[in-house]
């Protein structure tokens, strides 16, 4: 397999408001020799995390549930999206962001994770590395109830649920995060669950 070569010619800034969004023009060298010029506009949010709690004994599974504003402009009539666990590495480790997260986000303290695989999300425009993780849960380990942090607006509601009930919900469409989607069918394609 060829691989293309690609010379940046020119990158502006268009916005750097919540995250940086950017247009880069660049030319491509094509298999035949050749090459071409492009524009395209590139989002940069950083990388990022997510993690799917599972308890073996009770077959549940910890989702959590909250506002995103571009699914309600895209036609998500309440805005309201049913997800695993995620949020921004900000410069940590991504087994340590994680970890923070879950606490912040869900209550639970967890300590061992593991890391499943890692994708690009939306490679068309998104710049973001997205690392996927799984973990044990028990009661033991709820050290707050969760729901995100106050200054960083979040209002999170936190969904223990069976594994059968999720993967319900992904066939009838109340679940629709790909994140959150890809996690489920992972635990389910590996019966851990």
Known sequence: ????????????????NWYTLKKITYRQQKKD???EMHSRETYDRGNGAAILLYNKQSRTVILTRQFRLPTYVNGNTDGMLIEACAGLLDKDRPED??????EEETGYKIAEV???????????????????FIAEYSSAMKVNEGGGLEEEQE???VLEMPIEAAMQMIE??????GKT??????????NIL
């Open 155 to 157: 209002n999170i509601e």
């Open 1 to 16: 397999m060829t691989t293309s070569t690609i010379t940046i010619i020119r990158t502006e800034i268009l916005s750097d």
């Open 97 to 102: 962001a994680i970890r923070r997260e879950t």
């Open 114 to 132: 593991q890391k499943v695989f890692e994708a690009y999300m939306s490679p068309g425009s998104v710049t973001e590395m997205l690392y996927f």
């Open 181 to 190: 989607i890809m996690l489920l069918q992972y635990i389910k394609l590996r």
């Open 172 to 177: 009838s469409g109340h679940i629709k995060d």
């Open 33 to 35: 020799g050749t090459s």
